[in-house]
């Protein structure tokens, strides 16, 4: 039983499936904590995956695909300190990464929130399955030479 192996081992253990419903939940607590703009909340997510047992990549991954998907351009450095948080990740590892994380999930937590280039992919996507391949319009072609510029090619570019 869980209270026998916390005497066993002298410690409390935490509930935590990496393959289950509770990974999918604090991930998207931690996510939604961000989104949220509340720290707190973000941080707490965060270190009880890890804690739980959750590879630091995962999170720190969870994190940058976050800082651009919604933070964006109303803060492009937090992708900045997102991929600057996976190398320390990669190079230092748990338990030192553990302060990367925190105030790569505070940083992210307090800042300024942009999805369009999330809401511009989709709607680009969008556009491609139902239009298909067109053509590049003759005055944005590449033009790198004299006949192909007096076909209209890269005309006023």
């Known amino acids: 039983t ?3 192996l916390e005497r066993a081992v002298g410690e409390r253990m935490l509930r935590y499936d990496r393959a289950g419903d509770e990974h999918y939940d604090l991930a998207s ?3 939604k904590s961000v989104r949220g703009s509340d720290p707190h909340a973000a941080i707490y997510y965060a270190m009880r995956m890890l804690a739980g047992g959750e590879d630091a990549k995962f999170v720190v991954r969870r994190l940058a695909i976050l800082a651009s998907e919604d933070i964006g ?3 492009p450095g937090a992708l900045n300190l997102a991929a600057s948080a996976i190398q320390v990740v990669n190079f230092i590892g748990l ?7 925190c ?3 505070a940083y992210l937590a307090l800042a300024p929130k942009s999805n369009s280039a999330a809401r511009a992919r989709i709607t680009a996507h ?3 399955r139902e239009t298909g391949e067109l053509p590049v319009p003759m005055n944005i072609r590449n033009a790198p030479t ?3 510029k007096d076909m209209g090619m890269g005309k006023d570019y």
């Open 2 to 4: 869980p209270q026998i």
């Open 29 to 31: 607590a931690m996510i």
């Open 73 to 75: 351009n109303a803060d």
């Open 95 to 101: 338990p030192e990464a553990e302060y990367t994380i």
């Open 103 to 105: 105030q790569l999930a």
């Open 126 to 128: 969008k556009v491609i």
């Open 146 to 148: 004299k006949l192909m």
